[in-house]
């Protein structure tokens, strides 16, 4: 069996003063719509092209200079999240600005106007992908090769501009979401999106009877080479209907997660617990005397259940609580032993007097 704080950091309870986001557990999202409307105007409006940084097209196109004048469309929204200690960060806008442009030679100086609108300015597309349409308002000849300058060179000027936003989003805006823990102190590397590239190979923790077997790990799941049962037994200070309310009722489970849960107590009906890090659904009940449910903690790999099955017995002190686990990942068969330990009976005892009367 796990000693305390061994196992999955995912079931391991970091003490924390400020009574915040344990591990990093909950899913936290911030809004950063308004914030993002203020940032991308700023960042656009009045924003000079240089041209000396362009002297191929400035030669060619004999250009003074490119300004955008206005934002006059910022539609979107944009929010940055907090999900398994990962920042995730979300935007999607659709943005329409004004510019002026000033042409040395030509019709004496010629300046023309239009709008450039970019679409598809969203976390599902790379900076090269985002789309910039240009209109011109003025239909004279050397209006067009304004236009297009603005198209090819100045485009990649206003691509710059906008992926600052992008880094503020992540790194600024979102940089208070995950907190500093105990043993990292640091917070982890942001992402923009999770990707499967990332394989670690990892030594799982050995259990006895148990032949022990590399485990490959990719993007944080635990990779199945081998399952094994568990059984425990523990000793409630109760009635079984006092244990099995606890079990099978959705207020009662969140005192002891001490957290949101969804727990619909019917065949079939759903169980989720520590933010979705558990969750399940049951499969058999008989009241007050055995509870049978699908079972799977979030990192194992997508689709993968175990079955827990709790057995409820009378005995002269209180209740007498059987768990038989199947189909669970050796590689994390300590880990969930000790999260039914401490994630489970420890709180349940704690919160309602050891398993006391509960009216």
Request: negative net charge; hydrophobic residues 35%.
């Amino acid at each position: 069996m796990a000693k305390w704080g061994e196992g999955d950091p995912r079931w391991i309870v970091e003490e924390r003063a400020d009574a915040k986001n344990v591990n990093n557990w909950h899913w936290i999202e911030k809004k950063a719509t308004q914030w993002s409307i203020d940032k991308i105007k700023s960042l656009l409006t009045g924003f000079i092209i240089d041209t000396d940084k362009c002297k191929k097209s400035v030669i060619a196109y004999d250009l003074d200079y490119i300004e955008i004048t206005k934002v006059n469309k910022c539609e979107g929204e944009a929010a940055a999240n907090n999900r398994k200690a990962k920042l995730i960060i979300f935007y999607e806008w659709t943005i329409e600005m004004e510019w002026k442009g000033h042409k040395k030679s030509g019709e004496s100086s010629l300046k023309a106007c239009g709008t450039v609108a970019v679409n598809n300015l969203s976390e599902e597309y790379s900076p090269e992908e985002w789309d910039f349409d240009v209109s011109c308002q003025s239909t004279k000849p050397d209006a067009d090769e304004i236009k297009e300058f603005l198209r090819t060179e100045g485009a990649s000027h206003l691509r710059k501009q906008l992926e600052i936003y992008v880094t503020d989003l992540r790194h600024e805006y979102g940089k208070d979401l995950i907190l500093p823990t105990k043993d990292k102190p640091d917070p982890p590397s942001l992402v923009l999106n999770q990707t499967p590239n990332n394989k670690t190979l990892v030594e799982p923790p050995r259990s006895s009877g148990i032949i022990s077997t590399k485990v490959h790990v990719v993007a944080g799941d635990v990779d199945i080479h081998d399952t094994v049962q568990i059984s425990l037994q523990e000793d409630f200070i109760c009635t079984p209907e006092d244990l099995y309310k606890v079990f099978v009722t959705e207020e009662l489970t969140k005192l002891f997660t001490r957290g949101n849960a969804i727990v619909q107590s019917t065949p079939g009906g759903k169980y989720a617990i520590f933010g979705g890090n558990v969750s399940g659904s049951f499969i058999d009940l008989e009241p007050n005397k055995a509870i049978s449910m699908s079972w799977r903690k979030d990192n194992w790999p997508e689709n993968h259940y175990s079955t827990v099955r709790l057995d409820l017995e009378q005995t002269e002190t209180g209740t007498r609580l059987k768990l038989t686990q199947t189909n669970v990942p050796a590689s994390d068969e300590e880990g969930t032993q000790s999260g039914w330990q401490t994630h489970y009976f420890m709180p349940i005892q704690q919160t309602f007097g050891f398993g006391g009367k509960i009216f």
